[in-house]
């Protein structure tokens, strides 16, 4: 099976052995950092919505478990704000279903963290890893270019 949505596994000095999720469209973020890896954000959103279709990612994952080892984490990231997809949260109810002893991760940039539909999301991860890129108001809207 071809994975359009999973990543990997690689190796994670934080996290050992990561299967990395994206469940976002290519660039869909809340912010367009300056050091992004991934490039210039083309769809430039704090809109949460369904950009990738959950049953898809779980139907990768399912296979991934049924025919891998398991990783040390899954960890939602990506090319894009992993928390803008609503559904964030009903896949990581999955995993927890399905795999309880493999880790959860969500490395986020903390734009939707206030919102609380975001928490209850992300409080069934092991570990959120959320970025602080700036001291100052300036220098955070400089470096991270928010929506």
Partial sequence: MKYFHIFGPV????????????????KTCSFDCLYCECGKTTHLTTARKTYVD???VI?????YFAHHPAPDYVTFSGSGEPCLNISIGSVISHIR?????????VLTNSSLLVQPQVQADL?????????LDAATQDAFERINRPK
């Fill in 11 to 26: 190796p994670s000095r934080r996290l050992g052995i990561s299967l990395g999720v994206d469940m976002i469209t290519h």
């Fill in 59 to 63: 139907k990768e994952l399912d296979h």
């Fill in 97 to 105: 279903q399905k795999t309880p002893r493999v880790r959860v991760a």
């Fill in 123 to 131: 409080m069934m991860a092991d570990l959120v890893v959320p970025s």
């Fill in 54 to 56: 959950p049953k898809t």
